[in-house]
């Protein structure tokens, strides 16, 4: 993988091995089950406009670090302001992560990345992505996501380079930090193609 490429009109271009694009779709599915998974506890209100509107969201944190890590508090240490703007915001949020994770599996899949449990003989060895404008905004915020999700479940944190590359490379920490530096990569070089 070369990283993406500016391509006309504002599209990017990338082509991936069969095991990158396939690595890749296995966590943006991480992503998209964590995101719809789990139930938060959603606030009933007797105001009739609210009831009308549907304004039943969470007003509690989630309890996993990682989705609290994407979708964290609007407000440092005011839980019952932080609550209310989760109440209004937090279910468009998770769908709207949702849908550019599924954006970025269908530009991986439309690019030549087959079905889970096809016959992949005769499949392409590679995957061409050809992103336009929309697709690569989705891409980058999907990117990001996918970067905290790592970086919370691995305890990156800023100024650890030293730790890493100390890091024996029979440790699985190590081969998932790989990964989170090559989703680095993969950002960067689509930020390159907006300049």
Do not use: C
Request: overall charge negative; cysteine-free.
């Amino acid at each position: 993988m070369s990283g993406f490429k500016r391509a006309r009109r504002g599209r990017a271009r990338a082509t991936f091995a069969m095991t990158e694009a396939g690595l890749l779709r296995g966590l943006l599915r991480q992503i998209i089950e964590l995101l719809r998974d789990e139930s938060p506890a959603r606030a009933e209100s007797e105001d009739p406009l609210v009831a009308l509107l549907d304004f039943s969201g969470p007003v509690d944190a989630p309890e996993d670090p990682v989705l609290a890590r994407l979708l964290p508090d609007a407000y440092r240490d005011d839980d019952e302001h932080s609550g209310e703007f989760r109440r209004f915001t937090e279910r468009g949020l998770r769908d709207g992560k949702v849908n550019q994770a599924l954006t970025m599996i269908e530009s991986l899949e439309r690019g030549g990345l087959g079905v889970d449990g096809e016959d992949w003989e005769g499949v392409a060895a590679d995957v061409e992505v050809d992103l336009d404008a929309d697709e690569v905004q989705a891409w980058l915020r999907g990117l990001t996501d996918l970067r905290l999700a790592l970086a919370e479940r691995l305890g990156v944190t800023q100024d650890d380079d030293a730790v890493w590359e100390a890091m024996s490379y029979d440790d699985p920490r190590a081969a998932m930090h790989d990964i989170y530096d090559w989703l680095g990569y993969l950002q960067d070089s689509l930020v390159r193609t907006l300049r």
